[in-house]
C-alpha cells in the first residue's frame, strides 16, 4: 500500500520560513522522481518543485529562489525548504511520487497525501 504523509505546514509570518517534509512507503523511492504540489482555495493544484532520481530540480517561476526540494533516500523523505514566505504562497502543499520524462517533464504518480496547510499572514 502506497502511503505518502506530509507534515511541517503551519502559520508563518510574511518573510518567514518553514520546511516541509513528506514520507513515502509502498514505493522504490529511489527510483521515483518526486515533486511539491501546491493549491490554494478555488484555485487547481499547482506543480512547485520537482527533483529526478540523480538530484536534478525544477522549480516555477515563483518560487525560484526561495525554495528548495531535497531528498534523502535512506529515510524515503523528500523536503521543501520554504523561505522568504509571501501570503500568495499559501496553500495546502502535496508530494508526489512520479517520473519525469525526457523533456523533461515531470508525471505526477497516481497517489497522493492528504496535504499539509500553509497559511502565511501577519
Known amino acids: 500500500q502506497v502511503q505518502l504523509v506530509e507534515s511541517g505546514g503551519g502559520l508563518v509570518q510574511p518573510g518567514g520560513s518553514l520546511r516541509l517534509s513528506c514520507t513515502a512507503s509502498?514505493?522504490?523511492?529511489?527510483?521515483?522522481?518526486l515533486a511539491w504540489y501546491r493549491q490554494a482555495p478555488g484555485m487547481q493544484r499547482e506543480l512547485v518543485a520537482t527533483?529526478?532520481?540523480?538530484?536534478?530540480?525544477n522549480y516555477v517561476s515563483s518560487a525560484m529562489g526561495r525554495f528548495t526540494i531535497s531528498r534523502d533516500n535512506a529515510k524515503n523523505t523528500v523536503y521543501l525548504q520554504m523561505n522568504s514566505l509571501k501570503p500568495g504562497d499559501t496553500a495546502v502543499y502535496y508530494c508526489?511520487?512520479?517520473?519525469?520524462?525526457?523533456?523533461?517533464?515531470?508525471?505526477?504518480?497516481?497517489?497522493w497525501g492528504r496535504g499539509t496547510q500553509v497559511t502565511v499572514s501577519s
Open positions: 527533483i529526478g532520481t540523480g538530484g536534478n530540480r
Open positions: 508526489n511520487a512520479g517520473q519525469l520524462d525526457p523533456g523533461p517533464r515531470y508525471i505526477a504518480g497516481r497517489y
Open positions: 509502498g514505493i522504490i523511492f529511489s527510483a521515483r522522481a
